[in-house]
């Protein structure tokens, strides 16, 4: 995803920083293994864009099949939320353009992501390579609503499309005491929860209303 020509070798790191000053940090998201993620990501090389200046803009944008990537404070939020650990094992229900993998990649995180659509795991698969992520990230394609189980447990799940709750086979794959983040409600609008696994039971917390595409189930190949 390189769209972008003649611009200076400085200029992504510079957006990078005032996306992380004006857009994360002044809206009170200060955990420093946050923020370097976001300032070592390229977001540039996850979206498509007219200029790397909308790249880092404090909206979300288009990348194809219908989907977007969230704006970078929701992405940094979601990822907040989630409560990163170096060496935890995440989940992501939705690759999409592969940007919140590789910040939870830079989080020191064991990231495995599910893309429902063929054509966006493929273009994650390119982005994270590019960027320099994909030997951090497992990428498949599938219905991310019934998960990885081969690979579960997992001590984090993080679910990037809108949903009415939390599909059932996610809460399962969660290990005890695990998180998952999740936007959940009804089309359009839903709000972010945080949900913790208390003695197989989940606990909820509301964090934040956004809007976010809706999460599909459908029946695809794997790769």
């Not at 989080?107 to 951090?136: F, T």
């Not at 997992?154 to 990037?160: C, K, L, P």
């Amino acid at each position: 995803m390189r769209w972008f020509r003649n611009r200076a070798p400085d200029e992504p790191a510079s957006l990078r920083k005032q996306m992380v000053e004006g857009q994360i940090r002044a809206r009170g998201l200060t955990e420093k293994p946050l923020l370097r993620a976001l300032l070592e990501v390229p977001r540039h090389e996850f979206v498509r864009a007219r200029s790397v200046v909308e790249a880092y803009g404090d909206h979300a944008l288009p990348i194809g099949h219908g989907q977007t990537i969230s704006q970078p404070y929701i992405v940094a939020l979601m990822t907040k939320v989630l409560e990163p650990k170096r060496g935890l094992r995440v989940l992501e229900v939705g690759t999409g353009s592969g940007y919140q993998a590789a910040v939870l990649a830079a989080c020191g995180m064991e990231v495995y992501s599910i893309e429902r659509i063929p054509e966006l795991a493929e273009l994650a698969r390119e982005n994270l390579a590019a960027a320099g992520y994909l030997d951090r990230v497992r990428l498949r394609v599938a219905d991310g609503s019934k998960g990885w189980p081969e690979e579960g447990p997992f001590d984090r799940i993080i679910i990037t499309a809108g949903a009415p709750d939390v599909p059932p086979p996610l809460i399962e794959q969660l290990a005890p005491g695990g998180v998952i983040v999740a936007p959940v409600g009804g089309y359009g609008l839903q709000t972010i929860y945080r949900y913790r696994k208390v003695d197989g039971e989940l606990e909820r917390e509301a964090v934040e209303g956004a809007r976010f595409v809706p999460l599909i189930e459908s029946e695809v190949g794997e790769e």
